[in-house]
């Protein structure tokens, strides 16, 4: 838990707005380091090979943002003009910036996953045929966890199902694993496994594991050298980048361990919520550290109900025009969760609030 003059403020916008913990800093600052961009920053070198090593895979690279090395992926594995199958909420298809297609030269191929999570009885009717005259497929995009479904979660059953009819007819699989480790968490596996079919991973250390900054994107040798060209083009050089590395080292080591933390807040959150008149929401379905609910019954919008909230010190995101998303993390502590809860009942004006046991 990080504590400073802000910790009166109760910041559930995102797993993203964490501050780096002591031990991170202190590796910060005595990190070894040299220029990235020729290989010899020995930090960014031991994040990498760890990194790899985790994830079972011959190697890895330490790219800027989970955006970054989504797109990195999308270039890596299709041409300009191709396709990108994803579900229509993806993180990869709405919080991207259309980079895929600015960038990559690719197009979204959507569909509507229950829970966001994609079956291939879903993907197959999108794959094109091979001809001439349309976009041809270049990849499948998978999320886990999603975002815009709470938090919702593949399991390396519906994963590798998904990769093995898509091997049979020649297709990539990227995983957007920006928290990965949520998902590993939940449900009591490693990373490794939960990914070991999929072509390439994408994964955040600045998000539930609690580094300031970047990503890594994890696949074969072959794979990251591709990568590691086209994180040049889009400017991710980052020279001495050890300083970087050494806290998501610490990360990557330390963070996992804590997660189901996050999760048990996350669950006490949506029980709390459930007991406020005016708001929907189904505890059962937090599964990871993501709860979103409704606030139509309340009469306000998402935007007014954050407002309220930001009054009172507790900072929470809409995603809809009655929807609110709140992202439990390392720094935000049981209490702070019970004050979300009390101050939501107060700024929607007299709801109850439920024990939250």
């Given at each position: 838990m990080?504590?400073?003059?802000?910790?009166?403020?109760?910041?559930l916008r995102?797993?993203?707005?964490?501050?780096p913990?002591?031990?991170?800093?202190r590796?910060?600052?005595?990190?070894?380091?040299?220029?990235?961009?020729?290989?010899?920053?020995?930090?960014?070198?031991?994040?990498?090979?760890?990194?790899?090593?985790?994830?079972?895979?011959?190697?890895?690279?330490?790219?800027?943002?989970?955006?970054?090395?989504?797109?990195?992926?999308?270039?890596t594995?299709?041409?300009?003009?191709?396709?990108?199958?994803?579900?229509?909420?993806?993180?990869?298809?709405?919080?991207?910036?259309?980079?895929?297609s600015a960038?990559?030269?690719?197009?979204?191929?959507?569909?509507?996953?229950?829970?966001?999570?994609?079956?291939?009885?879903?993907?197959?009717?999108?794959?094109?045929?091979?001809?001439?005259?349309?976009s041809?497929?270049?990849?499948?995009?998978?999320?886990?966890?999603?975002?815009?479904?709470?938090?919702?979660?593949?399991?390396r059953?519906?994963?590798?199902?998904?990769?093995?009819?898509?091997?049979?007819?020649g297709?990539?699989?990227?995983?957007?694993?920006?928290?990965?480790?949520?998902?590993a968490?939940?449900?009591?596996?490693?990373?490794?496994?939960?990914?070991?079919?999929?072509?390439?991973?994408?994964?955040?250390?600045?998000?539930?594991?609690?580094?300031?900054?970047?990503?890594?994107?994890?696949?074969t040798?072959?794979?990251?050298?591709k990568?590691?060209?086209?994180?040049?083009?889009?400017?991710?050089?980052?020279?001495?980048?050890?300083?970087?590395?050494?806290?998501?080292?610490?990360?990557?080591?330390?963070?996992?361990?804590?997660?189901?933390?996050?999760?048990?807040?996350?669950?006490?959150?949506a029980?709390?919520?459930?007991?406020?008149?005016?708001?929907?929401?189904d505890?059962?379905?937090?599964?990871?550290?993501?709860?979103?609910?409704?606030?139509?019954?309340?009469?306000?919008?998402?935007?007014?109900?954050?407002?309220?909230?930001?009054?009172?010190?507790?900072?929470?995101?809409?995603?809809?025009k009655?929807?609110?998303?709140?992202?439990?993390?390392?720094?935000?502590?049981?209490?702070g969760?019970?004050?979300?809860?009390?101050e939501?009942?107060?700024?929607?004006?007299?709801?109850?609030?439920?024990?939250?046991?």
């Amino acid at each position: 838990m990080n504590t400073d003059s802000s910790s009166r403020i109760v910041d559930l916008r995102s797993d993203t707005v964490t501050r780096p913990t002591p031990a991170m800093r202190r590796a910060m600052a005595e990190a070894e380091v040299g220029d990235d961009v020729y290989g010899e920053d020995p930090t960014v070198n031991r994040l990498q090979q760890r990194a790899a090593e985790i994830f079972g895979r011959e190697a890895a690279l330490f790219v800027a943002s989970g955006c970054m090395g989504n797109l990195i992926a999308v270039k890596t594995w299709a041409r300009p003009g191709m396709e990108v199958i994803c579900d229509e909420r993806g993180h990869v298809n709405n919080f991207e910036l259309a980079s895929m297609s600015a960038i990559a030269g690719c197009m979204p191929r959507t569909v509507a996953a229950p829970d966001g999570i994609l079956s291939w009885d879903l993907i197959e009717p999108l794959i094109r045929p091979k001809n001439y005259y349309t976009s041809q497929t270049g990849l499948i995009s998978l999320e886990n966890t999603h975002n815009m479904h709470g938090g919702s979660v593949y399991t390396r059953e519906q994963t590798e199902a998904i990769c093995e009819h898509a091997q049979a007819v020649g297709l990539p699989v990227h995983m957007d694993g920006a928290r990965i480790f949520n998902a590993a968490v939940a449900l009591g596996c490693e990373v490794a496994a939960l990914t070991q079919m999929c072509d390439s991973v994408m994964f955040c250390l600045s998000k539930g594991l609690g580094a300031p900054v970047g990503s890594m994107l994890v696949g074969t040798r072959g794979f990251i050298e591709k990568a590691r060209v086209t994180r040049k083009m889009l400017g991710g050089g980052m020279r001495q980048a050890g300083v970087l590395a050494a806290a998501g080292l610490v990360a990557l080591e330390e963070s996992p361990k804590r997660l189901h933390c996050d999760h048990e807040n996350a669950r006490r959150l949506a029980e709390g919520l459930a007991g406020i008149k005016g708001v929907t929401v189904d505890p059962a379905e937090v599964v990871t550290n993501i709860v979103i609910f409704d606030v139509r019954a309340a009469g306000k919008t998402a935007a007014e109900a954050s407002a309220d909230l930001r009054s009172r010190d507790v900072l929470a995101n809409p995603t809809g025009k009655y929807t609110i998303r709140m992202v439990t993390h390392c720094d935000v502590d049981r209490a702070g969760i019970d004050r979300a809860i009390a101050e939501m009942a107060s700024a929607l004006r007299g709801g109850s609030v439920a024990s939250g046991g």
